[in-house]
């Protein structure tokens, strides 16, 4: 069975233990990065998982240090699950109105107005059904869209589910499809297209490798800008 192309996985450094992402390329060495992100290790297609760490093991001092630098993250923006907060929705600004009901939302969006209405049972817990409808509104489009790119590379559409990874934006697994962060639905519908199709055109290349890259201009060609502009503005969004 072929190795998965990307995997997230732990190890134990000088007593640390260590969660890091191992990526299989085409490249013909192995390298590691410590970011914001954490550890990643990149290696070549065929080296097994007891090479690769046995490779992290040996700089297991360096990886140790770098991990134990690194700034603090900073605090997500707090967002208050509130009557007349502002809660970005596919990039634009939607007005909280929150009132008592059977537990339903319902989205008003005609004209300039856009207003999500929150009407849990008396007692009920808001913040969980706006995260309720956020995820299935999420999931719904998510799917939409995964279908539209794997019209256009004639591919099966494969399973698509939600994540809530720390990390990623997105997954792909030939045995588990795609896994999309449900906080996607906060971003304008160009940012989510992009991270849409860099999962689909995994589907074609398990890596990151020069064909992979191919795949994803054909399906979604300025996604270098977009590729920044998620980065930029992935730092403004909500803590739910």
């Given amino acids: 069975m072929t190795a998965p192309a990307v995997e997230s996985r732990e190890i134990v ?14 490249r013909k060495t192995l390298g590691l990065r410590v970011d914001h992100r ?19 093991r040996s ?11 690194r700034p603090a993250p900073s605090a997500p923006p707090s967002f208050e699950v509130a009557d007349g907060t502002a809660l970005p929705f596919l990039g634009e ?12 939302a319902h989205w008003h969006g005609l004209g300039t107005e856009r207003v999500l209405e ?15 409808e956020l995820q299935q509104k999420g999931l719904d489009l998510f799917r939409n869209r995964v279908e539209e790119f794997c019209l256009r590379l004639a591919r099966p559409v494969p399973p698509v589910t939600l994540s809530n990874a720390r990390t990623r934006w997105g997954s792909c697994s030939s045995r588990s499809g795609i896994r999309l962060h449900w906080r996607l639905i906060h971003l ?3 940012l989510i297209d992009y991270v849409v199709a ?28 977009a590729r920044k502009a ?6 403004d969004l909500p803590s739910l």
């Fill in 230 to 235: 998620l980065r930029e503005a992935a730092t």
């Fill in 188 to 190: 304008p519908l160009p």
């Fill in 93 to 104: 600004s939607w007005t909280l109105r929150i009132g008592r009901g059977n537990n339903r």
């Fill in 118 to 132: 929150l009407l849990p049972r008396s007692g009920g817990d808001v913040r969980r059904l706006l995260l309720r």
């Fill in 13 to 26: 450094l000088d007593g640390l233990r260590v969660a890091y992402t191992l990526r299989r390329s085409v």
């Fill in 38 to 56: 954490g550890l990643t290790v990149g290696v070549p297609l065929r080296v097994g998982l007891r090479e690769a760490e046995a490779f992290i």
């Fill in 59 to 69: 700089h297991a001092a360096w990886v140790v240090d770098k991990l134990r630098s």
């Fill in 198 to 225: 860099h999962e689909v055109a995994h589907l074609v290349e398990m890596n990151h490798s020069p064909r992979f890259w191919s795949v994803v201009a054909a399906l979604y060609p300025d996604h270098v800008a």
